[in-house]
Structure formats: C-alpha cells, structure tokens
C-alpha cells in the first residue's frame, strides 16, 4: 500500500475545494485547485494569510480531506485512503515541518526525532542509531538530550526537519518554516531545507507569505482567496 | 510493546499526577484485600472456637416448640436428667460417649480471694467427650460421682484468681461455705462461640452440684460425642428415638428437647461468614469503582491536555489504533502498579493488625491476585474510552489545538 519511500514523490491534485462549516456556517477555504508537483521538485506556495495555502498543504500531507476533488500520490488517488491507512503513509511518505516547529513538549530531541520509526515498528537500537545520525546532520548532535523548552527556536526547527526526514519521505512540507525564527536562523533552516531536498531528491513543498523565501524554490504557485492566482 | 513503553514513559513525565491517579486505585484494593481479611479472619476465629468444642459434639437441651413454631422456655426447662445422657451413652450405637451438665453461679473463696464465677456440675465423662485436656492433678471419677464428693476441678483462670503462682491442687476453695478440695487444673480452652471464657469457671461432679449446692435433679444440657463425623447424624436420630421413648411422647407429639451438632452450627457460621466476606468486598469494591472513575477523570483530562501532542503524533504517522494503545497502556499502567501498591499496603495493613491486636488475619492470597487483577482490568476499562476519543481525534484538529 506504501507508494515508496524516499526519493521523489509526485503530487497531483485535481480540482480540490475545502469547506469548512464554523457554527452552521460555511467558510469556504478552497475553492477549486488543481495542481501538480512533479517528483523531486521544490514548489513555494504564496499568498497572504487566509489565502489557503496551509489546508493546501495539510490536503497534501493527508491530514485532511478535500471537500471535494483528489489528491494523488504517483498517480494513486490517496484521499479516500481510511485514517489508518492516510497515518501509514504519512509515516513513510512524508515529512512535515511546522511554523511552531510540534515538538513534543517534555520529549528530548532524539526521542522526538525516533517518533516516526517508532511508529514505523523500527527496532530499538537501530532507532536509536538512526536518530543519532539526524540530529548530527541537522547540527544537533550534541543536543540530543535537550527537551524542546531548553532549545531556541531554530534549533527546535532543526530536530523538527530531522523528524520529518527520519522515515526518509518522499514528500517534505514546510508550512511557514521560517515564520518564528529571526533572521539568520532563517536563513539556516532555509538552508537545510534546499540541501537535504538537492541531496535527497525529496520532493518539497514550502508554504510561505514571505516571497523572499519563495525565491529559493524552483517553481512558485500563488493562492489567493482559495484559488489560483494568474501566474505572471 | 513499544507503545506500552511510550505510555509508561508519559506517566514518568507527570509523577506527581500519576501516583495521585494510582492512589484512587491503592486505597481501593487495599481496603478490599483487608477487609477481606479480616472478614477471614473472624470466620477462622469462630470456626476455631467451635472447633474447641470438640469435634463430632452433638448438644441436647430442654425445651419444647409448640405447635406455633415457637419455642418454650429453650434451655430452661426441667425435662432433661442424668438417667437421659446414661441411656445415650449406653444405648446409642453411634455414640462413644455422652455427659449431663449443669450449670449455676457462685462465689468461689480461697484462703486469700474471692471470685464469683461458673460451677459446672458435669459427669467424669465430660472432659473426653468435650476433648479437653488438664493442665495438672486429676479429674474426678465414677466413684466421687456416686459419692457427691466435694472436689472441683479449677479453670485457669479461676486458678490464677484465686492462688495467683501457688500450686492449688490439694487446697480447698469454699463454694457456698462448703469446703471442696481441688484436684486438678483445666488446659486453657479460651472463648466458647457463645463468647463465654470456658476458662473461668470450676467444675464439680453432677451429682454434688445437683443435690448440694442447687438442690436439684434435671440438668441443664447433654453433650454427646458421635462416634465420627460422618455418624453425626446417625447419633442424633438416636438420641431422639431414646429421648422421646423415655419422656413418653407420642409419635406425633412434640419432642421437649432440642438437638444441635455443632457440624450444623460450624455450617452456620461458615455461611454467615462467607456473606460477611461477600458483603465486605462488595462495600470494598465501591471505593475501587470510585478509584476507577479517578482514572476516567485524569485520563479525560490527559487526552484533552494533551491534545497537540496527540495530533503531532498522527502527522508522524501514529495510526488512531496507535493512539488508543498507548493511553490505554497509560490507563493500565496506572491501574496496575496502583492495584500492586494496595495489595502490598494491603498485606501490611493485615499483619500490622495481627501483630497490635492479635486477630487472626490470614493473607488472602487468592482474593488477593484476584483484586489485583480485576482492579488491573477495570482501571483499563475506565481508560478505554478516553484512549478511544484520543484515537478519534481529527488529526488537523489536534494540531491547531490550543
């Protein structure tokens, strides 16, 4: 059922509309996108706050459901998946970044960063191990034992993208992954974003309103008012 | 197992909560395991006491039922003689032996003190037939029987009352003024189920007790030895068909005697004791459901706490079955170490009490394992619908959740 594993995973979605009903009320969120990422492409999604771009982003990650269209993984529709199975192939195919970074509170880092394979059924020692060689590779490795309350924001965002790359996914999705850190760790976490995306060929998806950030991905896709806006 | 681990490890995170949680669960099975035990203990206290007075012992008393169903005058009539406990002891083929008593108070005196307590005239056949032992000297006989001698036999405690460390056989004691020289000393027997001290009194022969100091000729009770447990039975059809022959009663007619098998009073007391036992743990139990509902509160108010966590989790890729295994795992984990805590607490309680009061307070190990487990299983059960609202959480949701 596991579309596969790490590099490059296409995203195609078909004509996705997202209603949202507050207290008997309909908030339309998406009105009608279609849109294609091919596999190990890096895409900026653009457009101002309540523009759509994060249930955008959330409608590809399956963590939730369009009301109406299809998302498809390498052409496999995926949206229709059961909770189950959409939790299964979150774990192995894809990785999210967060703007206020989700670690679990009270967690060390390397237990955070083990949290996927745990779920993957990874053994152990192995976990351990694999966790180890993350958080090195994010510049933490001699933070493992740091609970997110102990680390700044841009060190917490980097055990979060050694999270999200652990069960080494095809499909990496940052939502504002910059949006609490100043500057330079911006700047960082930018970094580490592209090169982990060029060294893995993982197929990357950036929310953002900042078109600053927008310019490192190699296509741009505009949202406004929960639709497409004309390119440029 | 992994999950199980991440549940435990969640608990480590929030000791304080945690052993609170467990307290509700603790107290619960311990109060079962001790009331339970000493609800145990009670029974093997009273089944002992019946035991002591000696097995296969059927008891005759006077006293009629009328054909109301109510009983005369039980225990207190006139209708029951020495000539009756000799033709049981003679003619009963399931019956080894059998002996009159008789009882009255008095004050007893010895050169030093005074005491007021029980005399009990009973025939030389009532100390086997009662399986009681002497402490020292001898008992009495045939002989002095016949010859209404003046000689008592002391209970320990009458002993001690009246001579403190002295040796008393071969003094004399006055009872109602007359001299009795005393020739042995009764073995400790303790409490009668009836709750009287059996050691507090002084026995003297039938006959003397009857015509000289009560001036009577019934006695007030037979007690009658069956040959064995199982002719218990037997031995009481026999007495009746011996009884009712000799008071001349008709077939129909009422008997005006009563026979008891203490067999049928241990059964009483074991069924009595037993729902005293049910009844305890059922009371026990209330504080155990009560704890339960300790851990459905903290587990609700753990899911809702920790709701982000949750939804960071199913963007991991924890499945909702994930999700209910490790707060269901918490749940039990909770309800077990809490259950362990109690019963060891509970063993504890069981022999602290033992060794202040001095009650009988057998572990009851299979209650025991059993409460454990069951305050294991219910304490799971209380979390199961928490860990299932967590597992059913919409994974968006949970994540924006503040």
Not at chain 1, 23 to 49: H, N, T
Not at chain 1, 100 to 107: V, Y
Not at chain 2, 194 to 199: E, L, P
């Amino acid at each position: 059922m596991v579309v596969r594993d790490g590099p490059g995973l296409s995203v195609r979605l078909e004509a996705v509309t997202k209603i949202y009903t507050v207290s008997g009320e309909e908030l339309p969120a998406l009105r009608g996108i279609s849109l294609s990422i091919p596999a190990g492409e890096s895409v900026a999604i653009v457009g101002s706050s309540g523009s759509g771009k994060s249930t955008l982003l959330h409608l590809m990650g399956l963590l939730d459901r369009p009301t109406s269209g299809a998302v498809f993984y390498d052409n496999r529709r995926v949206d229709t998946l059961s909770p189950s199975e959409r939790a299964v192939l979150r774990n192995r195919s894809v990785g999210f970044v967060f703007q206020n970074f989700q670690l679990i509170p009270r967690t060390s880092a390397i237990e955070n960063v083990e949290l996927p394979l745990l779920y993957r059924r990874i053994p152990a020692r192995e976990r351990r191990e694999r966790a180890r060689d993350l958080l090195a590779s994010v510049g933490m490795g001699d933070r493992e034992r740091h609970t997110s309350s102990q680390l700044s924001g841009g060190q917490q965002q980097r055990v979060a993208i050694a999270r999200a790359i652990a069960a080494s996914p095809g499909l990496l999705l940052a939502d504002e992954p910059t949006g609490n850190l100043d500057s330079r760790s911006s700047a960082t976490i930018l970094d580490l974003l592209l090169s982990l995306q060029s060294r893995f060929s993982t197929t990357l998806v950036l929310v953002t309103h900042d078109m600053e950030v927008a310019r490192h991905a190699q296509t741009t896709f505009r949202v406004r008012d929960g639709l497409p806006e004309d390119p440029q | 197992m992994t999950l199980v681990i991440l549940g435990m490890r969640s608990l480590l995170r929030n000791p304080y909560r945690s052993v609170l949680t467990s307290l509700g669960i603790l107290i619960g099975v311990l109060s079962v395991v001790v009331l339970t035990g000493i609800a145990f203990g009670a029974k093997s206290l009273v089944l002992r006491s019946i035991q002591n007075l000696g097995p296969n012992l059927l008891v005759v008393i006077p006293g009629s039922v009328t054909d109301s169903g109510a009983q005369v005058g039980g225990g207190t009539d006139t209708t029951l003689t020495a000539e009756d406990a000799q033709a049981i002891r003679r003619q009963c083929p399931d019956i080894w032996n059998a002996s009159g008593a008789l009882r009255t108070a008095a004050q007893v005196q010895s050169p030093h003190a005074n005491w007021s307590t029980v005399i009990l005239g009973a025939e030389p056949s009532y100390l086997p037939v009662r399986d009681w032992r002497l402490a020292r000297g001898g008992f009495f006989g045939e002989e002095e029987e016949r010859g209404m001698a003046r000689v008592a036999v002391l209970g320990r405690i009458v002993a001690t009352r009246l001579f403190g460390l002295e040796d008393p056989v071969g003094k004399f004691v006055q009872i109602n003024h007359s001299p009795f020289r005393v020739i042995g000393i009764l073995s400790s027997k303790g409490q009668s189920p009836m709750g009287m001290n059996q050691d507090d009194m002084v026995v003297v022969p039938l006959a003397t007790l009857q015509s000289q100091i009560m001036g009577v000729s019934y006695v007030g009770v037979i007690l009658a030895a069956a040959t064995s447990p199982d002719r218990v039975d037997a031995a009481k059809r026999e007495i009746r068909g011996i009884l009712r022959l000799r008071h001349h009663i008709p077939s129909g007619g009422r008997s005006d005697f009563e026979i008891q098998a203490m067999s049928d009073i241990s059964k009483t007391a074991n069924r009595i004791s037993l729902i005293l036992t049910v009844l305890l743990a059922l009371i026990a139990s209330i504080s155990l459901i009560v704890g339960g509902v300790g851990i459905l509160n903290i587990m609700l108010v753990s899911v809702r706490e920790r709701t982000r966590e949750i939804g960071i989790r199913m963007a991991i890729g924890a499945r909702p079955r994930d999700i209910l295994f490790q707060f269901l795992s918490e749940a039990a984990a909770l309800s077990f170490f809490g259950a362990l805590a109690g019963g060891v607490g509970g063993i504890l309680f069981l022999d602290g009490i033992h060794l202040l009061v001095g009650w009988p307070t057998p572990i009851p190990w299979e209650g025991l394992f059993l409460t454990v487990a069951g305050a294991t299983l219910l304490g799971t059960l209380f979390g199961l619908y928490p860990a299932w609202s967590a597992s059913r959480l919409d994974p968006m949701e949970a994540l924006r959740y503040e």
